[in-house]
């Protein structure tokens, strides 16, 4: 008999968490945190202390009490009693915070597979973002590649490469004693490396699977024009063609495609890029496993922005450590208000600040990342201040953007092409929606064990 329980993923866009039991195998597919965990009691500086560990978790219902599965340190103060874990495994399918942010809560000795390049990203932001991205320490943490056959008890796992918003993104299938179960993580089919999302479909589908979770992200979004990376890509080059200042950008860095849209844009341009030093050391961290992305020290195209010190020197002792690699490639606010129409530059809400020392003339903002935060209610008060920086210093504003999750027509190529006998639509909350689709969908409720 093979069970799930959906402890996150379930009717919420996000936040996976699903335990897979088959016999004496128990497995987690990610690890991860929803989207808006926490937010009914927590605001702001309103926040747990992680030393805390899980009492206020438990507190407010946002942690299932299961036991055998958190660590002792984070079980020390709550009435949940520590016990040896008996989960074999955890499977991280790629490092967005949805899957893979509560992984510091587990038991030290549960091992945790996840693939390399998930691995360092994770590692390069948690040097950055120490307190906001941290996955704790595992005693056995076990990195893989595509087509890797990983033994778990008598269930084999097969990690194989997808493409989404983030590099190394992984889909898993899972060979269990009632036969293949697909796992698809996030993944899309309209970016530069499809080709990989492709491989995945053709693998699942030969595989002949009994049951498939898959991720449903955008099976509301119907009438919306897919928009390719390429098509992207084009957008940005008009517009930064067309300014007759500098161009902002503001696109999360973990988006690899993005960045390469943008530096691509620039370049036909013939603008320099500019990025602060947390973006290039996220860079030069990936570039090791991401080769086609440029050195940021030896490319020409690339200027690496240090903002105004305290002392208001730009001096060594006035940045952190890992800044300092990157001072020969300097460039200050001096250099870019001098500069401003031969250069784009990255630059998020919270980096507004430099516009004061800028001085833009004649900008452009172009906003290149989720929606979101351009339509939704809670979003509203950042979302005035971005418009009043915005009117302030004149910044004509632009929207560029693709999704990282399948459109509902690639979902339903998807799902005819993999033909699973049971199908269960998580990380959505259009489940019921997949029935147009197929005859024998499975509605996720969460924390429900659905037997399979
Ligand atoms: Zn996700
Ligand atoms: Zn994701």
Not at 63 to 86: G, I, N, W
Not at 135 to 147: A, P, R, Y
Not at 214 to 225: A, L, N
Request: proline residues 4%; contains cysteine.
């Amino acid at each position: 008999m093979v069970s799930l329980t959906f402890y996150g993923g379930a009717n919420e866009i996000g936040g996976n968490k699903i335990l897979l039991e088959d016999k004496d195998a128990r497995i987690y597919l990610d690890f991860g945190q929803s989207f808006d965990f926490g937010e009914d009691y927590f605001y702001e500086y309103l926040q747990p202390r992680a030393a805390h560990g899980l009492e206020v978790y438990f507190e407010f219902d946002l942690l299932p009490k299961v036991p055998r599965l958190y660590s002792k340190k984070m079980l020390d103060r709550t009435d949940l009693k520590y016990e040896k874990p008996d989960i074999d495994a955890v499977f991280i399918s790629h490092s967005h915070s949805d899957h893979v942010n509560h992984l510091e809560f587990l038991d030290e000795s549960i091992p945790v597979y996840m693939g390399h390049g998930t691995h360092k990203i994770l590692e390069a932001y948690h040097k950055l973002y120490s307190s906001l991205v941290d996955i704790g320490e595992h005693t056995s943490l076990n990195l893989f590649k595509s087509g890797d056959k990983l033994k778990i008890k008598h269930l084999v796992i097969e990690p194989i490469h997808v493409e989404h918003s983030i590099p190394g993104a992984y889909g898993f299938i899972v060979h269990t004693s009632k036969g293949p179960l697909i796992y698809t993580g996030d993944l899309r089919l309209h970016g530069p490396q499809s080709n990989m999302t492709h491989e995945f479909i053709e693998k699942a589908a030969k595989s002949k699977p009994y049951a498939m979770l898959t991720e449903g992200t955008r099976m509301g979004s119907e009438q919306e024009h897919n928009y390719t990376e390429e098509e992207v890509e084009d957008k940005i080059h008009g517009i930064v063609k067309e300014s007759k200042g500098i161009v902002f950008v503001y696109f999360s860095m973990s988006n690899i495609d993005r960045f390469m849209s943008v530096y691509r844009a620039a370049i036909k341009n013939k603008k320099k890029l500019v990025v602060d030093t947390k973006f290039a050391f996220i860079l030069d961290s990936l570039k090791e496993k991401i080769p086609v992305l440029p050195d940021v020290m030896a490319d020409k195209n690339i200027q690496i922005y240090f903002r105004l010190s305290k002392s208001g020197e730009f001096e060594e002792k006035d940045y952190k450590v890992y800044e300092r690699k990157y001072m020969p490639k300097m460039v200050t606010y001096k250099d870019i208000s001098k500069n401003q129409k031969e250069l784009v530059m990255h630059m998020g809400f919270n980096k507004l600040m430099e516009l004061v020392y800028l001085q833009p003339k004649n900008a452009d903002y172009i906003y290149s990342s989720s929606e979101h935060f351009l339509e939704g209610e809670e979003n509203e008060a950042e979302r005035t201040v971005l418009e009043n920086w915005m009117k302030h210093f004149g910044v004509k504003f632009h929207k560029a953007h693709c999704s990282g999750h399948a459109s509902k027509q690639d979902l339903a190529h998807l799902v005819k092409a993999i033909n699973p006998k049971i199908l269960i639509p998580i990380h959505t909350q259009r489940a019921e929606d997949f029935k147009g689709f197929h005859v024998n969908v499975k509605i996720a409720e969460k924390e429900k064990k659905m037997e399979i």
